[in-house]
C-alpha cells in the first residue's frame, strides 16, 4: 500500500543504536562459525528518573455533554495533544511533558470520561471519544495539532484521522491493536495474540515488558501509583464514530508513525504491521525489549521518534 514500514526492512530502532538485519547478513550469520556479538547499549536498562516538569496550567473543559480534566504547558509552539491508554489518563505523560515541551511544542495532556480528574462515562450516553478530543481543541482554541497515542488512545486519535483530517498535522500511535476492526483476517491475528484469562492478570504484567520489570521495580511501582490514580470513574471502552476497516484505514491522509514494542503481550510488531500497511504513506518503528508502555519504559527513545516525526511533518 506504499508505506514506508522500517520494521518491514528489518530495522530495530532502539535508544541508541540501529540493529539491521537482511536476507544476505542473515544468511552470512547462519554459515559463519565465529560468534557474532551484538554490543548492549548501557543506557537501555538503566532507570529512567521522572524529570521536572515543564509550568502548566490545568484546567476542566466544560464540553458538550462532560468536563474533561486537562493540563497545557502553553506557548507558541505547535501543539502536541498526548491521547492516553485505558489504563491511563492526563497523569502518564510525565516523560513526555519536559521533553516534548522542551522541543518547541505547546503540549497538552487530558483525561477521557471517567478518568482522573473528568466526568465519569454516562453509561447511557457515553460519547464519542474523537468528537470529545475535537471539542478540546476547541476550547483550547486549537486549529490544528498532532496526537501521540498509546494503547487505546491509539483508536481514538485514528477515528479522529478519518474525520477530522483538516485538524490533524500528524499522528503517532504507538501499542495499538485496534481490537475494534472488522477485518476476519486482522481479527483472527489479534485473537490470536492473547490466551484465556490474559485480561484477568495484573495490568503492570499486560503493559510492561519483562526486561522493563527486572531491570526498573521502582518504575513499575510508580506506574502502578499512577495506573490506580487514574481509574478514577465510571470509564467505558472508547466509542467510534467510524467503522474501523482496511477501507477506512486506507483513506486517512495524516502522516501517521506507528511505534511497537518488540515484547508487547497486546500489540507485537506483527500485528501493527498489518495495520500499518494499510494507511497510506505510514511508517513504523520497533523498539528492542520493549512491552507495550513504550512512553515509559523507554521514554528517551519514545521522545525522540514522537519529535523527530512531528517535526519533519511541519517543516
Request: charged content about 15%; hydrophobic content about 45%.
Given at each position: 500500500?506504499?508505506a514506508?514500514?522500517?520494521a518491514a526492512?528489518g530495522?530495530?530502532?532502539?535508544r541508541?543504536f540501529v540493529?539491521?538485519v537482511g ?9 559463519s562459525?565465529k560468534?557474532v556479538r551484538?554490543a548492549i547499549?548501557?543506557?537501555l536498562f ?5 524529570p521536572?516538569q515543564?509550568p ?9 455533554g ?12 505547535v501543539p502536541v495533544?498526548?491521547v492516553?491508554?485505558a489504563?491511563g489518563?492526563a497523569l502518564?505523560?510525565?516523560y ?7 522541543a518547541?511544542?505547546r503540549v497538552?495532556g487530558?483525561s477521557?470520561?471517567g478518568y482522573?480528574?473528568?466526568d465519569?462515562a454516562?453509561p447511557?450516553n457515553a ?6 478530543l475535537?471539542?478540546?481543541a476547541?476550547f483550547?482554541?486549537?486549529k490544528?495539532?498532532a496526537?501521540?497515542?498509546?494503547a ?7 477515528d479522529?484521522?478519518m ?6 498535522l500528524?499522528?503517532v ?8 476492526m472488522?477485518?476476519?483476517e486482522?481479527l483472527?491475528a489479534n485473537?490470536?495474540v492473547?490466551?484465556k484469562?490474559?485480561e484477568?492478570?495484573?495490568p503492570?504484567?499486560r503493559e510492561?515488558?519483562p526486561?522493563?520489570?527486572?531491570a526498573?521495580?521502582?518504575?513499575v511501582?510508580?506506574?502502578?501509583e499512577?495506573?490506580k490514580?487514574?481509574l ?9 464514530a ?6 477506512t484505514?486506507g483513506?486517512i491522509t495524516t ?13 507485537p510488531p506483527?500485528l501493527?504491521?498489518?495495520?500499518a500497511?494499510?494507511v497510506?504513506g505510514?511508517e513504523?518503528?520497533?523498539f528492542p525489549?520493549?512491552?507495550h ?6 521514554p528517551?527513545?519514545?521522545?525522540r ?11
Amino acid at each position: 500500500m506504499g508505506a514506508r514500514n522500517h520494521a518491514a526492512r528489518g530495522q530495530w530502532r532502539g535508544r541508541d543504536f540501529v540493529f539491521s538485519v537482511g536476507m544476505a547478513s542473515a544468511g552470512a550469520f547462519l554459515m559463519s562459525s565465529k560468534p557474532v556479538r551484538a554490543a548492549i547499549p548501557e543506557t537501555l536498562f538503566a532507570p529512567v528518573p521522572i524529570p521536572v516538569q515543564a509550568p502548566a496550567k490545568e484546567g476542566l473543559a466544560a464540553l458538550p455533554g462532560t468536563k474533561l480534566f486537562y493540563w497545557d504547558t502553553g506557548g507558541d509552539g505547535v501543539p502536541v495533544i498526548l491521547v492516553h491508554p485505558a489504563t491511563g489518563s492526563a497523569l502518564f505523560w510525565p516523560y513526555q511533558q519536559p521533553a516534548l515541551a522542551a522541543a518547541g511544542f505547546r503540549v497538552i495532556g487530558y483525561s477521557r470520561r471517567g478518568y482522573f480528574g473528568s466526568d465519569a462515562a454516562d453509561p447511557t450516553n457515553a460519547g464519542v471519544a474523537s468528537e470529545d478530543l475535537l471539542a478540546l481543541a476547541n476550547f483550547l482554541g486549537l486549529k490544528k495539532f498532532a496526537a501521540v497515542a498509546s494503547a487505546a488512545g491509539c483508536t481514538v486519535t485514528l477515528d479522529f484521522a478519518m474525520s477530522h483530517a483538516d485538524r490533524l498535522l500528524a499522528a503517532v500511535v504507538s501499542g495499538g491493536s485496534l481490537g475494534n476492526m472488522s477485518d476476519p483476517e486482522y481479527l483472527r491475528a489479534n485473537a490470536s495474540v492473547a490466551t484465556k484469562g490474559f485480561e484477568e492478570m495484573p495490568p503492570e504484567f499486560r503493559e510492561l515488558g519483562p526486561s522493563y520489570r527486572a531491570a526498573n521495580p521502582a518504575g513499575v511501582k510508580a506506574w502502578i501509583e499512577l495506573e490506580k490514580k487514574s481509574l478514577a470513574g465510571n470509564r467505558m471502552g472508547p466509542k467510534n464514530a467510524n467503522a474501523f476497516n482496511w477501507s477506512t484505514l486506507g483513506a486517512i491522509t495524516t502522516p501517521t508513525l506507528f511505534l511497537a514494542g518488540a515484547a508487547d503481550l497486546y500489540a507485537p510488531p506483527a500485528l501493527m504491521r498489518i495495520a500499518a500497511a494499510h494507511v497510506p504513506g505510514a511508517e513504523m518503528q520497533i523498539f528492542p525489549e520493549c512491552g507495550h508502555s513504550a512512553y515509559w519504559e523507554q521514554p528517551a527513545a519514545f521522545n525522540r521518534a514522537v519529535i523527530e516525526f512531528v517535526g519533519q511533518t511541519i517543516k
